[in-house]
């Protein structure tokens, strides 16, 4: 009598998406070793200049909290892939019953895709690397931001997720927000701030703003009255949930706020790829995703 086959189902490694901006700093002089003579030439070339920086031999992802390694493993047109490990200790049984500690270098990929209409980064979660990927995104942000500030640009990086997310939050308490903040990033695509009735382009070429705080407050007795069909707040959460920003939100009688930037989008691939060094079939898919 045969034996039932059972199927084989292949393992998956998980990533989470974040959306960069670059703005240019308009107070700073434009006259960068001569290469650029106001702020639209330097906006135009944002992407170059984060290119160079990025795949400099000498350029490092560094953290403060950390011992990491990282490695420019591959790249792709617009796409880069960096390897980037984190020294951590491994506790071991040996075959006598004695026990000992060993250095261990778990790893992950971070993968980025610097096409100026998409400018999005996927970490790979692995927490015996990384607690979350908010520590990665942290680390990012911090060692991209310190080279490119060089070139009177800012670097900005906030997770992209569904906007269900926080309608169903305002679903779930309707007469319990007693406050709501948008943390929002100026825009430099004009393909995720098309919605948006606030006009936060006109407000940094106004004021060179980078991010821009709105706060919604209840009276002391009273709470928040959000409307999905509002235009205005529908445009905001849009915006910011294609990676333009962040929310929080706070209940009544309630420290614990709602964080928009604890769910960030996912996406699976198989793990055998990366075993393999499969770099053509991973840089099909990633193209595919991060678009």
């Known amino acids: ?48 200049i984060l290119k160079d920086i990025i795949t400099k031999d000498t350029f490092r992802f560094t953290s403060s909290n950390s011992s990491i390694k990282s490695k420019l493993v591959h790249q792709s047109g617009d796409m880069f892939y960096f390897k980037i490990s984190a020294k951590r ?13 060993i250095d261990n270098y778990p790893n992950i990929i971070v993968a980025i895709n610097n096409n100026p209409d998409v400018q999005k980064i996927a970490i790979q979660t692995n927490t015996t690397a990384f607690k979350t990927s908010q520590i990665v995104r942290n680390f990012i942000l911090e060692s991209v ?41 100026s825009p430099n695509l004009s393909n995720i701030s098309k919605d948006l009735t606030v006009n936060l382009r006109e407000l940094y070429e106004d004021t060179n703003t980078h991010r821009t705080k709105i706060e919604l407050n ?40 709602y964080n928009t930037a604890e769910n960030p989008a996912e996406f699976n691939i198989e793990e ?18 991060l678009i």
Do not use: C
């Open 89 to 101: 200790t491994a506790h071991i049984y040996r075959e006598d019953f004695t026990e000992d500690t």
């Open 145 to 185: 931001d310190a080279k490119i500030k060089d070139f009177n640009l800012g670097f900005y990086l906030d997770p992209i997720y569904d906007k269900q997310d926080f309608w169903n939050f305002v679903r779930k308490y309707p007469q319990q927000i007693k406050q709501i903040t948008f943390d929002l990033i």
């Open 1 to 48: 009598m045969s034996k039932d086959i059972q199927p084989t189902f292949a393992k998956n490694s998980t990533f989470e998406v974040f959306r960069y901006q670059l703005v240019v700093d308009k107070t700073m002089p434009i006259n960068m070793f001569g290469k650029y003579e106001n702020a639209e030439q330097l906006r135009a070339e944002k992407n170059n």
């Open 272 to 289: 055998k790829l990366f075993k393999d060094n499969n770099w053509e079939e991973l840089d099909k898919q990633f193209k595919d995703i």
């Open 218 to 257: 209840a009276e002391p007795e009273s709470v928040l009255d959000v409307k999905e069909g509002s235009k205005f707040v529908t445009g905001i959460v849009d915006y910011s949930a294609n990676g333009g920003g962040s929310i929080h939100a706070r209940l009544v009688g309630s420290r614990k706020k």
